[in-house]
């Protein structure tokens, strides 16, 4: 009687611990994202663990901002993101993971325009990095996945990692414009930039 006691205890604490398991290893949500509302509001709205998913290629204004409590996946699925937002892409505040798992994404900011806000001159930076980031494929800062022509698109860098923050770039493809371009509009003078920074 006392043996079955203890085995049955045994049996019960197994189950216990393998549920905490299963649930501290559980996978997040797929949230398709195919337009630049769906985009946003899947970055505002996910949860940790969810990946969010490209389903179309997406043109927005606005800046994609993964808040500093948030673990989450883009996956861009082989299509791109051109952002006219007049700042970088991609804000990361949190832990972002990004993939392509078909191929061919990509994520760039096609606005040549400088903005200057307070003084200060903003560059269209890809992906800004304030958190940890790690980066398995795509690429960051031009339009096309032609390796041969000239990147005129984005003016910025690919990627900036600010201080303090934690980057992994495992794979993927990263550029930015002409070292001696122009800005069209506010600025007349060269400029410069990086392709990871």
């Known amino acids: 009687m006392k043996a079955t006691k203890l085995l049955s205890g045994v049996v019960a604490a197994a189950m ?3 549920t905490g398991a299963l649930c501290a290893f559980a996978e997040g949500t797929t949230i398709p994202a195919g337009d630049a509302a769906s985009l946003i509001q899947a970055f ?35 299509h791109s993101i051109d952002s006219t937002y007049y700042s970088f ?6 832990t972002l993971t990004i993939n392509d798992t078909v191929g061919g994404g990509c994520v760039f900011n096609s606005s040549h ?28 800062g031009d339009s096309d996945t032609d390796r041969t022509n000239k990147n005129n698109v984005q003016y910025g860098a690919a990627v900036r990692n600010q201080e303090g923050a934690t ?30 920074r």
């Not at 500093?68 to 996946?73: I, L, N, Q, R």
């Not at 892409?89 to 949190?94: L, R």
């Not at 930076?125 to 398995?136: A, C, E, K, P, S």
């Open 16 to 18: 216990v611990l393998g």
């Open 44 to 78: 505002s709205s996910a949860q940790n663990g969810d990946t969010i998913q490209l389903t179309n290629d997406i043109a927005t204004q606005e800046q994609i901002v993964v808040a500093a409590d948030k673990t989450v996946t883009l996956d861009l699925a082989g």
């Open 89 to 94: 892409v991609i804000n990361n505040q949190g």
């Open 113 to 140: 325009q400088a903005v200057s806000i307070d003084g200060v001159i903003y560059g269209h930076d890809t992906v800004r990095n304030f958190g940890t980031l790690t980066i398995n494929g795509g690429t960051f």
């Open 167 to 196: 980057c992994y770039i495992n794979g993927g493809f990263f550029t930015c414009a002409d070292n001696y371009g122009r800005w069209e509009g506010e600025l007349t003078e060269s400029f410069y930039s990086y392709a990871i």
